[in-house]
């Protein structure tokens, strides 16, 4: 019996300090994955307008990846320049001129959480989130008597949101 007091006094004195611990980052994260969700919009972002020299001659595809546009599509050529709708290169120069919608850099920053890949600086940020949030659900379990009607009523909510994140995975 002095093991379980001593698992669930851990359990419960490690939630509640890490909780406040990782209350700043979890606003953060919340913030950027509500951004995230918009990504496919204008929403809060500012046009920046870019001119550079790339290589000259390149195609279609070739100038969307290298001025990192997914899906550009030139709308006509004319006298070698490309048109499209973001902005003109012209293949025989290399000048191109476009403009780009961004978050501003702060929010930039931010949603870079959510996209940072093992070798990236947020990496082990992102690790040590990962393993917060699954040590909350965890130790969530010791928050209440096994016995009370608290507990029961819990267990309930998380299997349906269990079934229910299952379900939107799949959908």
């Not at 909780?19 to 980052?25: H, L, P, T, V, Y």
């Not at 913030?31 to 279609?60: A, C, M, P």
């Not at 690790?127 to 949030?133: D, E, K, M, P, V």
Request: charged share 25%; hydrophobic share 45%.
């Amino acid at each position: 019996m002095a093991a379980i007091k001593d698992t669930k006094s851990f359990m419960r004195i490690t939630h509640r300090y890490l909780g406040f611990f990782m209350a700043g980052i979890m606003a953060v994260y919340a913030v950027s994955g509500i951004l995230l969700v918009y990504r496919d919009t204008d929403f809060l972002k500012q046009e920046k307008k870019i001119e550079k020299i790339l290589d000259k001659n390149l195609d279609e595809k070739a100038l969307g990846k290298e001025i990192k546009m997914k899906n550009l599509e030139v709308k006509k050529t004319e006298n070698g320049i490309l048109f499209f709708k973001e902005g003109t290169y012209n293949s025989v120069t290399g000048e191109a001129k476009y403009s780009k919608k961004e978050l501003p850099f702060v929010l930039n920053k931010m949603t870079q959480l959510h996209k940072a890949q093992s070798k990236d600086t947020l990496s082990p940020l992102n690790t040590f989130f990962g393993i917060s949030l699954f040590f909350f659900v965890i130790s969530s379990f010791w928050m209440f008597n096994v016995k009370s009607k608290a507990f029961r009523r819990g267990m309930y909510y998380a299997v349906a949101g269990l079934i229910l994140a299952i379900v939107l995975v799949f959908i």
